[in-house]
């Protein structure tokens, strides 16, 4: 199906977009914050990722694309490091607002400490995998800077929790689930080799990092907005 793609982006992005005007949460005045951390973060990741389509350790099937590319990724995929970012750290601001007063210093250590474990798998499985091997380094490194932050993160272990849930099913489809061919394609020689359902295990590892990296820069922005 042609546009397949992008419209998996349209409905990531659809009902965070409608639902930032509600009155709790009024995502939509921190705009100002999230657009700089999904500039910020969004140019190394698609740098990352022209990298990687350029040796083969991933590729999109042209199949379920509108044939439109920006600095040889398909649109769709550049566009995903906007929508994504936009509707996890929406999750993130809901969280924040719906639940100020959660107890989660127990849930954040084990989240931690299990990143750490699971990235340390992904490097173990991928051995001298590309995707593996820089997916894990940068993962571990990610949780090791939040510990260690002034700016407080108390929230996101349970938004990444939470963000897993669409998580599964958008990139379920990306990668395969409920349709003939992938949308998304991976060289398992560059990657752990094991799948959740259609999932590579390293793609959780690669959205925390991602997620946390919006989350924080989008914190750090909002900060410096409110000092000045």
Do not use: H
Not at 10 to 18: E, G, H, K, S, Y
Not at 27 to 43: D, E, N
Not at 133 to 155: D, E, P
Not at 166 to 191: A, H, M
């Amino acid at each position: 199906m042609k546009g397949l793609y992008l419209l998996l982006d349209a409905i990531t992005l659809f009902f965070p977009l409608v639902l930032s005007f509600d009155q709790k949460v009024a995502f939509f005045k921190t705009w100002r914050a999230l657009f700089p951390a999904i500039l910020i973060i969004g140019i190394p990741f698609l740098i990352w990722d022209v990298w990687f389509t350029k040796m083969g350790v991933w590729g999109f099937n042209p199949d379920y694309l509108v044939g439109f590319d920006i600095v040889n990724l398909p649109i769709e995929e550049v566009l995903f490091f906007v929508v994504v970012p936009y509707a996890c750290t929406f999750i993130y601001a809901c969280v924040k607002a719906y639940f100020p007063n959660l107890k989660l210093r127990g849930l954040n250590k084990v989240t931690y400490a299990l990143m750490i474990i699971y990235a340390l798998a992904i490097m173990i499985f991928g051995f001298g995998g590309w995707y593996s091997t820089l997916t894990g380094v940068i993962a571990i490194a990610v949780v090791l800077v939040l510990q260690r932050a002034k700016t407080n993160f108390y929230y996101l272990p349970l938004s990444f929790l939470i963000a897993l849930v669409p998580f599964f099913i958008v990139n379920g489809v990306l990668t395969g689930s409920g349709i003939e061919l992938p949308i998304v394609w991976y060289n398992d020689l560059e990657n752990a080799g094991i799948r959740l359902f259609t999932i590579p295990m390293d793609d959780i590892a690669y959205a925390w990092v991602l997620l946390a990296g919006n989350i924080a820069v989008y914190e750090w922005v909002l900060s410096r907005k409110k000092k000045s």
